[in-house]
Antibody, heavy 127, light 107 residues
Framework: QVQLQESGPGLVKPSQTLSLTCTVSGDSISSDSYYWTWIRQPAGKGLEWIGRIYPGGSTNNNPSLKSRVIISVDTSKNQFSLKLTSVTAADTAVYYC???????????????????WGNGTTVTVSS | DIQMTQSPSSLSASVGDRVTITCRASQSLISYLNWYQKKPGKAPKLLIYTASNLQSGVPSRFSGSGSGTDFTLTISSLQPEDFATYYCQQSYSPPYSFGQGTKLEIK
């Protein structure tokens, strides 16, 4: 079955860049049936959608994070990555990667939902 | 951006109760609305997609309804493993925002 696993430093200094990788096993990241997505959850708060990437390279990011988000994909390694620049304490959170399933109806409507998630990795921003 | 508002924010109920959680969007989503269950220390789990479709493997006591701006998640008979936080998410237009969550606690 499909599994996703986040990896990366658990501690990042303020103003530096947070870098995380999600390794996908059990399926090809190049499939045109999926987007690959990052979500985070600060302690005691709700879920925040960070952004997503399609295997062809197109991305959508959350404008609330301004232009600090870079999401990329490495099809040779079956991985996708998140870089968040100029981090502050407000970026401390559990970060999840997830697969976003794309359903296309006969009427050419596109539906999306997050059907497989990684276990999450905690990132703390502190000096 | 589309704003998602869930009500109530928290809810106390007993095993066997019927529970309904509401999610309202700031604009019409048609039926582009998903529901997730989140337990502490665990990844979110997809329950319902496109408003009313039950994800494979999810018990039939969970159901979703609604369209446009108003949606509901119903648990017909609460089980002990259902006590968790529930989130709605719109997938109509990026960024695909979540509601603030509804924490379901044991009475």
């Amino acid at each position: 079955q499909v599994q996703l696993q986040e990896s990366g430093p658990g501690l990042v200094k303020p103003s530096q860049t947070l870098s995380l990788t999600c390794t996908v096993s059990g399926d090809s990241i190049s499939s045109d049936s999926y987007y690959w997505t990052w979500i985070r959850q600060p302690a005691g708060k709700g879920l925040e959608w960070i952004g997503r990437i399609y295997p062809g390279g197109s991305t959508n990011n959350n404008p609330s994070l301004k232009s600090r988000v870079i999401i990329s994909v490495d099809t040779s390694k079956n991985q996708f990555s998140l870089k968040l620049t100029s981090v502050t304490a407000a970026d401390t959170a559990v970060y999840y990667c997830a697969r976003e399933f794309v359903v296309v109806t006969a009427m050419r409507h596109y539906y999306y939902y997050l059907d497989v998630w990684g276990n999450g990795t905690t990132v703390t921003v502190s000096s | 951006d589309i704003q998602m508002t869930q009500s109530p924010s928290s809810l106390s109920a007993s095993v066997g109760d019927r529970v309904t959680i509401t999610c309202r969007a700031s604009q019409s989503l048609i039926s582009y609305l998903n529901w997730y269950q989140k337990k502490p220390g665990k990844a979110p789990k997809l329950l319902i997609y496109t408003a009313s479709n039950l994800q494979s493997g999810v018990p039939s006591r969970f159901s979703g309804s609604g369209s446009g701006t108003d949606f509901t998640l119903t648990i017909s008979s609460l089980q002990p493993e259902d006590f968790a936080t529930y989130y709605c998410q719109q997938s109509y237009s990026p960024p695909y925002s979540f509601g603030q969550g509804t924490k379901l606690e044991i009475k």
